[in-house]
């Protein structure tokens, strides 16, 4: 998050945008793995996390975290949106980012 900062402050919104993407993919590993969440077991037998698996991983966290998912919506908003797209702008990236801070506190 601190590196996100860093990167918007200096006007870079799209790396901005992937290091807060990155950073709510950790939230979402670090919770499925603490609640051992169906998607973990895949995870293990695939060897890697992919975008399906992340939103599996969301959905099943919904029952413990209410609103999770849309914490990770505005991170894929971003992952999307701000990094592959660069659509975003800086005031954007800014609202979606508080998301993902709420998100990085559940952990």
Do not use: C, P, T
Not at 28 to 56: C, T
Not at 87 to 106: A, F, T, W, Y
Request: glycine share 4%.
């Amino acid at each position: 998050m601190k590196e996100a900062d860093e990167l918007l402050s200096k006007g870079d919104v799209v790396q901005a945008s992937e290091k807060y993407y990155k950073a709510a993919e950790e939230a979402i590993k670090i919770l499925s793995y603490k609640n051992s969440v169906n998607a973990v077991s895949k995870v293990s037998r695939i060897g890697h996390w992919n975008s399906k698996l992340y939103f599996d991983a969301v959905e099943e966290l919904e029952n413990l975290y209410h609103g999770i998912r849309s914490l990770w919506i505005s991170a894929w908003l971003l992952h999307i949106e701000g990094f592959h797209e660069a659509r975003l702008s800086k005031e954007n990236i800014q609202h979606l980012k508080s998301d993902v801070e709420k998100l990085v506190e559940l952990i």
